[in-house]
């Protein structure tokens, strides 16, 4: 069962309080081939590979607004949702263009690295190990230095 867009950079799911439904791909018959065309088309310009299967959906969000016969109609209070309709000749015209982002592939941030993380290299865990010794030892050496009361400092390393 098809429950994501194919389009490539959009991964929309069904989800009618934002007015997204998935689209089956028009039939590969004589009257509806060059839609298909189209449509293929419209895929390929950002997965160069992509051959369409039985499963493939578009979601609404490739389509302008003049392309529905009947938009999605919620009822407030009820789970009644009408699914929207394409026109018959509808093609998809709209690429998203992925928002800027601050996460990887893995939706790790890249503001900050997880040390313990799989996809962290070992040169990552390396650096935050030797940082973490670094620190304990400069806090260990201050409180020795300026002798300050045990109780407030951290336990020595050998101690960890």
């Known amino acids: 069962m ?28 004589d009257l509806e081939k060059k839609r298909r065309r189209l449509w293929v088309a419209f895929v390929r310009k950002k ?43 509808a093609v998809p015209s709209i690429h998203k263009t992925p928002e800027p982002s601050n996460y990887d592939k893995h939706g790790q941030s890249q503001d900050s690295v997880d040390p313990t993380h799989p996809s962290s290299t070992r040169k990552h865990r390396r650096v935050s190990t030797i940082f973490f010794i670094h620190s304990a030892l400069f806090i260990h050496a201050f409180c020795i230095v300026n002798s300050v009361n045990s109780q407030t400092c951290p336990p020595r390393l050998d101690r960890l």
């Not at 009947?70 to 009644?80: E, H, Q, R």
């Not at 009408?82 to 026109?87: A, E, N, P, Q, T």
Request: proline share 10%; with cysteine; charged share 20%.
């Open 2 to 29: 098809p429950n994501r867009c194919v389009a490539g950079g959009c991964s929309n799911v069904p989800d009618p309080s934002q007015n997204i439904g998935l689209h089956k791909f028009p039939e590969d018959n």
């Open 47 to 89: 997965r160069a590979k992509w051959s369409p299967t039985a499963n493939s959906r578009l979601c609404s969000q490739h389509f302008q607004t003049e392309d529905f016969e009947s938009p999605f109609v919620t009822i407030p209070g009820t789970d009644f949702v009408s699914r929207s309709v394409l026109r018959k000749g």
